[in-house]
C-alpha cells in the first residue's frame, strides 16, 4: 500500500474532501424515490436519471448503468463463509489524451449468497459510491480512484448535501469490500 500512498493520484485524491457545490434539489428527489424501489427496471430508470440529474449538474460526461438482476460477485473463505462481495463497479476508457470515455457502472440486483433483492439503501449507496469514481476520474482527471480517506469524504459530502437521504443509508457505503 505504500507505493500506491505516494502516487500523484493518492495525494491529489486526499486534498479534495468535498463536492464543488451541492447536487441539484432533483437529485434529492431522485435518491428519495431509489431509497423505496425494488425492481430492477425502476432502479436502472432512476439510477440513469440520477447519474444524468448529478453529470449535468456537475458538468461531467455521461455515465450509463446497467442494473444486472444476478448475484453479486463473492468469493468465500476457508471455511465457506462469504469474504467478499462485489456490490458493483465504475468503468471507462481513458484514452492518452482527452477525457475518459465509455464511462459505465454496473450494479448487482442480488445479494451474493441467497441472491435476495439487494435493499434500497444498498442500491442508492452503491450507486453513490460507484458515481463518486467517475467524479474523480472525469472532473478531477485522475488515472486512478482510490478508496482515500479523501475519496470517502467526498462520498459523505455527497450523502450530506442529498436532504432527507443520508440518514436512511448505511454508515459506510457498499463497493468491494469484506462480508461483515
Not at 463536492?19 to 437529485?27: F, M
Not at 456490490?87 to 448487482?108: L, T
Not at 485522475?142 to 443520508?166: C, D, I, Q, Y
Amino acid at each position: 500500500m505504500r507505493g500506491v500512498q505516494s502516487t500523484p493520484d493518492y495525494a491529489a485524491s486526499q486534498r479534495v474532501l468535498e463536492l464543488p457545490h451541492p447536487p441539484p434539489a432533483a437529485a434529492a428527489v431522485l435518491v428519495s424515490a431509489l431509497l423505496v424501489s425494488a425492481g430492477v427496471t425502476e432502479r436502472e430508470r432512476l439510477g440513469t436519471a440520477l447519474l444524468e440529474v448529478l453529470n449535468s449538474s456537475f458538468g461531467l460526461p455521461p455515465c450509463g448503468l446497467k442494473v444486472a438482476d444476478r448475484a453479486q460477485l463473492h468469493s468465500t473463505d476457508g471455511s465457506g463463509r462469504l469474504a467478499q462481495a462485489t456490490y458493483g463497479y465504475y468503468r471507462c476508457r481513458i484514452p492518452a489524451s482527452g477525457p475518459p470515455q465509455r464511462c459505465a457502472i454496473r450494479i448487482y440486483h442480488r445479494t451474493a449468497v441467497k441472491g435476495q433483492v439487494v435493499s434500497a439503501s444498498a442500491f442508492t449507496n452503491t450507486l453513490l459510491h460507484e458515481w463518486v469514481h467517475h467524479f474523480d476520474f472525469t472532473a478531477m482527471r485522475l488515472h486512478r480512484s482510490l478508496h482515500t480517506k479523501g475519496f470517502f469524504s467526498r462520498l459523505r459530502h455527497l450523502r450530506s448535501e442529498l436532504p432527507g437521504s443520508a440518514a436512511e443509508m448505511d454508515p459506510e457505503a457498499p463497493g468491494t469490500s469484506p462480508a461483515r
